[in-house]
């Protein structure tokens, strides 16, 4: 079978590729096919072909696999948020692992590193503490509502359909927030129905609501609402942050932030507190952390909490130790680590991220943790000191190879590698393999019904 850009085929899906798509080989040849699982027969529009691989558009199920079960989430297929959904969830720890595995062998040539089963997530509804949801003046109608003439194309507040930019789905409920953020998502909509003022227009890129952030604290059940406009109008949004406050107890904070920039993002150019505080407390373990509302932090409160413990353990800390932290974000590890250890550095480029982590950590009654500020690869030269264990927790897209090579010029006695992408784990990894030994991996879901994967990777010197 000769493959053809716009052609379409009748394909059987053998297997879930890493980035979540089905994956056939029609006579050798791959097509990475979204929303299809193994065990699908599928008719499938080539969308791009390459010289090695495809990629296609499911038109129809033909034979659909026995894998398949119904999703919970009714937007499952269109929206792209948990696209698993219609695999069981052991399942997906299995296709987890295994992209994991093959990632080592086939980009990081590591053959034999011991890959542990995934470790599953505390919940896999109901997870996660942040949702950013979009603002349309013109909605994205689900395959069931074009039929109904009386539905009208109008604003919507919700999730991107995968690929676009311009195209939101009016998400009446989202299956991995908790249910209450349903309820103020659903508020929040109504008000802005009724406000007189027009949803932002994403390509014209004129109109007034952007976005609608929500923030929830696992430990202590409190909520953040962060509303975003393209210009500053105090009045609506202090009368819906009134709105809000008066039916939730459970709001500890409303946020506004104002930006005209015509990229997709929430921060704001200017940001004002509607109400309470310019934060709210989030605890892991037996630290508390200040979440404000453009600051990062894991979206998995409980499943983090496996994480770091895993990183504790791999880190082997006996209380005389040096410990740095490469990345440190707004310092979560250090934190976590720092009644192990006699020292713990952290280095992040990020300004807000430095000044959030000192903040935990005189919050947390913590003096053994120190944050740098600035770029690894000019940090790192100027360090005074010797390090004992290193951690590295990098963003997708991993290490520069020249922070690769200051790595091995630190010399450390143990490495803990936090990755949340397989194949520039194994990447870096490759680059370290010829000083460092990979002692073995353990994947923490920290994504239910998605592919997205955490692993912790514990290396030593190779003698």
Not at 120 to 128: G, T, V
Not at 185 to 204: C, M, N
Not at 376 to 397: Q, S
Request: glycine residues 6%; neutral net charge; hydrophobic residues 40%.
């Amino acid at each position: 079978m000769t493959i053809k850009k716009r052609k379409t085929y009748e394909l059987e899906i053998i297997d879930l590729a890493f980035g979540g798509k089905g994956l056939a080989k029609p006579d050798g040849f791959p097509v990475f096919v979204d929303r299809c699982v193994p065990g699908d027969l599928a008719f499938v529009k080539i969308t791009k072909k390459k010289k090695s691989w495809a990629e296609g558009k499911l038109i129809k199920l033909l034979n659909p696999s026995s894998l398949r079960k119904d999703a919970t989430c009714e937007y499952c297929g269109f929206c792209g948020g948990c696209k698993w959904q219609e695999i069981d969830y052991d399942l997906q720890l299995e296709y987890k692992k295994r992209h994991v595995v093959d990632s080592l062998k086939h980009i990081g040539g590591l053959q034999d590193v011991p890959v542990h089963d995934v470790m599953a997530s505390p919940k896999i509804f109901e997870y996660r503490n942040k949702m950013e949801f979009s603002c349309s003046s013109k909605r994205w109608l689900l395959p069931s509502e074009l039929a109904d003439e009386t539905i009208k194309k109008d604003f919507g507040i919700g999730l991107h359909v995968p690929g676009t930019f311009d195209k939101v789905i009016d998400i009446k409920k989202c299956e991995i927030m908790p249910s209450l953020g349903n309820d103020i998502l659903d508020d929040v909509r109504q008000f802005i129905k009724e406000s007189g003022l027009d949803a932002y227009h994403l390509r014209t890129h004129e109109g007034f609501w952007r976005f609608l952030m929500l923030r929830h604290s696992a430990a202590y059940d409190k909520w953040m609402v962060n509303i975003v406009t393209k210009t500053r109008n105090l009045d609506v949004i202090k009368k819906l942050g009134q709105t809000l406050s008066s039916k939730y107890d459970q709001i500890e904070s409303i946020m506004y932030n104002v930006t005209d920039s015509k990229g997709g993002v929430s921060y704001g150019q200017e940001e004002f507190v509607i109400l309470g505080q310019d934060h709210i407390k989030e605890r892991l373990g037996d630290h508390d952390f200040k979440i404000s509302a453009n600051s990062f932090f894991q979206t998995n409160t409980l499943a983090c909490e496996n994480l770091y413990a895993k990183v504790l353990a791999y880190a082997d800390l006996k209380g005389n130790e040096t410990v740095l932290d490469l990345y440190s974000g707004t310092g979560t590890i250090p934190i976590w680590l720092s009644s192990s250890a006699k020292q713990i550095l952290g280095i992040e480029i990020i300004h807000s991220a430095v000044a959030d982590a000192k903040e935990n950590a005189r919050l947390n009654q913590i003096t053994n943790c120190d944050f740098l500020l600035g770029d690894i690869k000019d940090v790192l030269p100027k360090l005074n000191h010797k390090v004992d264990v290193l951690i590295i927790d990098p963003p997708r897209i991993g290490m520069h190879k020249d922070v690769v090579r200051q790595v091995i010029d630190l010399n450390a006695k143990r490495i803990v590698y936090v990755s949340c992408n397989p194949a520039t784990l194994a990447r870096d990894l490759e680059m370290l393999k010829d000083s460092f030994k990979v002692l073995e991996i353990q994947p923490v879901d920290m994504f239910p019904h998605t592919y997205h994967i955490e692993s912790v990777a514990l290396l030593t010197p190779i003698k």
